[in-house]
């Protein structure tokens, strides 16, 4: 049992370039999450997906798309990279969004670099 | 936007030491959730609370959900090298679809 994946771990990227971030979780769970982490910052929710076919906007979304591609898959989109996003980026997944199902369960991470 | 106060912000004790950390806010919380992350790894959960009073434990590990609904400690007993990290609180106000993170407690044990 694999949990919540994400794909690539590290990544240098150049100002105004663009990458997707892969995430993906194999607990069947429907709502699912991307949180940056920024020293002193805690985590910082930037967009979330109560449910196959729905995104809503976090804390910080700026600069960023996310897409639901299906109940496992949710990935996250810098069209034009900036220092600014040089964070370690983390993807999680609940069973639901709240109540008794709301705790979530994180993936290991990728480490972002903009230069 | 609503705040958690996760404090203190960073720990240095001796192994052996029991440890102390807390989250508190001025609204009403229905859940709270306590996280551990290791350097370089996500966050995993340690314990989970749903009701006000309630008290559990995992191990050396102690996490109470405040009488007043706004706060929740976390303890760790005869703390050992493998508990370096970073402790998360997380929770979800009255009324609210997601949950909060605080900012994390850091903490350091000198063998």
């Known amino acids: 049992n694999a949990g919540v994946t994400q794909t690539p771990k590290f990544q240098v990227l150049k100002t105004g370039q663009s990458m997707t971030l892969q995430c993906a979780q194999d607990?069947?769970?429907?709502?699912m999450y991307w949180y940056r982490q920024d020293p002193g910052m805690g985590l910082r929710l930037i967009y979330y997906?109560?449910?196959?076919?729905?995104?809503d906007k976090g804390e910080v979304p700026n600069g960023y798309n996310v897409s639901r591609l299906n109940k496992r898959e949710f990935s996250l989109r810098l069209e034009s990279a900036a220092p600014s996003q040089t964070s370690v980026y983390f993807c999680?997944?609940?069973?639901?969004?709240?109540?008794?199902?709301?705790?979530?369960?994180f993936g290991p991470g990728t480490r972002l670099l903009v230069l | 936007g609503q705040q958690l106060n996760q404090s203190p912000q960073s720990m240095f004790i001796q192994e052996g030491e029991d440890v102390s950390m807390n989250c508190t806010s001025s609204?009403?919380?229905?859940?709270w959730l306590w996280y551990k992350q290791d350097p370089g790894e996500g966050p995993v959960l340690l314990i989970a609370?749903?009701?006000?009073?309630e008290l559990t434990s995992n191990g050396r590990l102690t996490a109470q959900f405040g009488i007043t609904r706004k706060d929740s400690f976390l303890n760790i007993s005869a703390s050992i090298p493998s508990d370096v990290g970073i402790y998360f609180c997380?929770?979800?106000?009255?009324?609210?679809?997601?949950?909060?993170f605080g900012q994390g407690t850091r903490l350091t044990i000198n063998p």
């Open positions: 999680a997944s609940s069973e639901a969004l709240s109540g008794r199902g709301e705790t979530q369960y």
């Open positions: 607990m069947n769970h429907n709502s």
């Open positions: 997906s109560a449910s196959e076919g729905t995104t």
């Open positions: 609204s009403i919380f229905n859940t």
């Open positions: 609370l749903y009701k006000a009073g």
């Open positions: 997380a929770g979800r106000f009255q009324g609210a679809q997601k949950l909060v």
